[in-house]
T-cell receptor
Framework: AAGVIQSPRHLIKEKRETATLKCYPI?????VYWYQQGPGQDPQFLIS???????DKGSIPDRFSAQQFSDYHSELNMSSLELGDSALYFC?????????????FGPGTRLTVL | GQNIDQPTEMTATEGAIVQINCTYQ??????LFWYQQHAGEAPTFLSY??LDGLEEKGRFSSFLSRSKGYSYLLLKELQMKDSASYLCAYFDSNYQLIWGAGTKLIIKP
């Protein structure tokens, strides 16, 4: 079965650079969630989109922005990267806001900021 | 995670049974999830409880008591591959997933 696809899987950037992470949800899923997970920490919710509109906002820094496109894929744009942004970034998708089928997670993008 | 607690680490023996507890405090609640996460990998869904009681799924069972703000994940016939972190999370009133810090389960032969 098709799963959530994230690209790239690994990314190395330097401080103050920008990065763009992409997420392709499971077909027919209309909701996308972004999470940040630092080493040894629980996932922190960043932002979510439902039907191409922002549905909820968590602890996303102002330096980050995200959007969901007409094909339901989503991109997380990160600017002025800081060392503390080094983390695993997970995208999850579900059908509908309540996630009746629950959220299915992608494999994650490991971002390293040097 | 906020208002959600689970033990940091547990150790169990291969073939045995282990129960991982999770307690939470929230004014809005729309169900509780358990996820398994191996190091460096994405969380994978294990169970979802929205009503009180026990849900059994193979070797794994999950229990919920909404009045007590309590859930547990029961793992039977433990296998070495069950060594992982187990994350408890609940949907708040806005259907935002609030995560616990996870319980690292170590399985010994």
């Amino acid at each position: 079965a098709a799963g959530v696809i994230q690209s790239p899987r690994h990314l190395i950037k330097e401080k103050r650079e920008t990065a763009t992470l992409k997420c392709y949800p499971i077909p027919r899923h209309d909701t996308v969630y972004w999470y940040q997970q630092g080493p040894g920490q629980d996932p922190q919710f960043l932002i979510s989109f439902y039907e191409k509109m922002q549905s909820d906002k968590g602890s996303i820094p102002d330096r980050f922005s995200a959007q969901q496109f007409s094909d339901y894929h989503s991109e997380l744009n990160m600017s002025s990267l800081e060392l503390g942004d080094s983390a695993l970034y997970f995208c999850a998708s579900s059908f509908g806001l309540a996630g009746a089928d629950t959220q299915y997670f992608g494999p994650g993008t490991r971002l390293t900021v040097l | 995670g906020q208002n959600i607690d689970q033990p940091t680490e547990m150790t169990a023996t291969e073939g045995a049974i282990v129960q991982i507890n999770c307690t939470y405090q929230t004014s809005g609640f729309n169900g509780l999830f358990w996820y398994q996460q191996h190091a460096g990998e994405a969380p994978t869904f294990l169970s979802y409880n929205v009503l009180d009681g026990l849900e059994e799924k193979g070797r794994f069972s999950s229990f919920l008591s909404r009045s007590k703000g309590y859930s547990y994940l029961l793992l039977k016939e433990l296998q070495m591959k069950d060594s992982a972190s187990y994350l408890c999370a609940y949907f708040d009133s806005n259907y935002q997933l609030i995560w616990g810090a996870g319980t690292k389960l170590i399985i010994k032969p």
